[in-house]
Nanobody, 123 residues
């Protein structure tokens, strides 16, 4: 089992940047694929980006390609989401999640979730 804690959210103007971090407990972090999802008020949770256990494969939603980058540091048990050129429509609660099998791009593939961190982008 793995426990996840996100940080790095906040308030930023459109065009700005933020870097989210997700710290994982446990010694088996490197065995998990990691994903970032977001959920805006009144909307379903949506996929943002995912990375394989070794970091060799990454996937991102079309809406964030070229702006967001997912990475991980297994020595620090941490996964990151670098968000550049932020837009007001990126406003949401961002969640990190861990999966023991594959690199899912849907929430249903992730049994472990953090509590979320709020990102608000103003115009």
């Amino acid at each position: 089992q793995v426990q996840l804690v996100e940080s790095g959210g906040g308030l930023v103007q459109a065009g700005g940047s933020l870097r989210l971090s997700c710290a994982a407990s446990g010694r088996t972090f490197s065995r998990y694929a990691m994903g970032w999802f977001r959920q805006a008020p009144g909307k379903e949770r949506e996929f943002v980006a995912a990375i394989s256990w070794g970091g060799g494969s990454t996937y991102s939603a079309d809406s964030v390609k070229g702006r967001f980058t997912i990475s991980r540091d297994n020595a620090k048990n941490t996964v990151y989401l670098q968000m550049n050129s932020l837009k007001p429509e990126d406003t949401a609660v961002y969640y990190c999640a861990a999966a023991a099998a594959g690199v899912p791009i849907t929430p249903y593939g992730y049994p472990y979730w953090g509590q979320g961190t709020q990102v608000t982008v103003t115009s």
